[in-house]
């Protein structure tokens, strides 16, 4: 039962056209992470240059159930913590996050560092990010597996560490923002025996692009479109994700909206609450319009956002 589990854990991986855990493509390894919904109130975890932007210490906590109703299917938990220093150019930040699915851990830890140059009518950002990012697969937990195989280790786990960099830039105004990172420069490729090798190629590249604005209609009305584009340069096709986002708020009190994920079919919807001037809560349901609804009953995504002072 277990390895029929994964074998359609496998299936709808590929389906989905992106890489969780341990992926590989010929002997390129991938580490990677379920999209996220929230990412409209925590740009950190998609552009370090986004540290400081809040103004404020900003400490964020996400819940993310991804394909729900299968079995070991991927959950995703996030912490990120951002804060402008004194001069208000210099800002820090960290994030984590955490991803089980089937047989195999992941996990990843970034230290992030900002520097902002004042404009006449808004900030640009510079970001930096450097961590880890970490993968095991317990190849014991599944049943028939032979130890002797040399392609599973003696002692039937697989683990690698991968450091890497990123960067960003990002401009925010009080009406406009637009940013565009490349989440990780460096790439690994298996090389057997569980090694691995590090190297750099332009045509690997990952680029995130983001650009949204704040339309007032009247004091307890407002509306927020957004977009997002993760572009491949090393896939066929190229689009990794396409998001159309759209937030009503409400006396700066209620936000709710919608999002169509083109490249996957998939219609989210939002809603967050701030509670007082300093803690948000939100909530979104990604629903499959498209070919995962027969797989799936979508997917959830909790999300806390606390600011000090």
Do not use: C
């Not at 589990?5 to 299936?11: A, E, K, R």
């Not at 809040?54 to 951002?82: C, F, K, N």
């Not at 560092?113 to 990012?133: C, E, P, T």
């Not at 219609?267 to 967050?272: A, P, S, T």
Request: aromatic letters at 14%; zero cysteines.
């Amino acid at each position: 039962m277990k390895r029929a589990t994964y074998f359609l854990l496998f299936i709808l991986l590929m389906i989905q056209g992106r890489s969780f855990g341990q992926g590989s493509d010929s002997l390129r390894i991938i580490p990677g992470y379920p999209v996220y919904s929230q990412y409209i109130h925590n740009g950190l975890m998609i552009n370090p240059a986004y540290a400081g932007s809040r103004e404020a210490l900003s400490a964020v906590l996400s819940y993310r159930m991804q394909w729900m109703g299968i079995a070991d299917a991927p959950q995703l938990q996030t912490v990120s913590l951002h804060t402008p220093l004194m001069n208000d150019k210099v800002a820090l930040g960290l994030k984590a996050q955490f991803m089980q699915y089937g047989i195999t851990k992941s996990s990843g830890i970034y230290a992030i560092y900002a520097y902002h140059i004042m404009l006449k009518s808004g900030k640009l950002s510079f970001g930096l990010q450097a961590g880890v990012d970490m993968s095991n697969t317990n190849y014991n937990l599944l049943d028939g597996i032979d130890n002797s195989d040399p392609v599973i280790p003696a002692d039937g786990k697989l683990a690698y560490v991968f450091p890497n960099v990123g960067a960003g830039v990002y401009y925010f105004s009080d009406r406009i923002f637009a940013g565009v990172s490349v989440p990780t420069f460096l790439f690994y490729r298996s090389t057997g025996n569980g090694n691995t090798q590090a190297y750099h190629s332009f045509s690997e590249y990952d680029i995130i692009f983001s650009a949204g604005g704040l339309i007032t209609f009247s004091p307890n009305l407002k509306f927020k479109p957004s977009v997002l584009l993760d572009l491949s340069l090393h896939d066929a096709e190229k689009i990794n994700q396409l998001d159309l986002n759209g937030n009503f708020i409400i006396s700066d009190l209620i936000w709710i909206g919608a999002s169509w994920r083109t490249s996957e079919q998939v219609i989210v919807g939002h809603l967050q609450i701030n509670i007082g001037q300093q803690l948000m809560v939100g909530f979104s349901y990604d629903y499959p319009a498209g070919r995962m609804n027969t797989f799936s009953k979508g997917s959830s995504e909790f999300f806390l956002r606390y600011e000090f002072g």
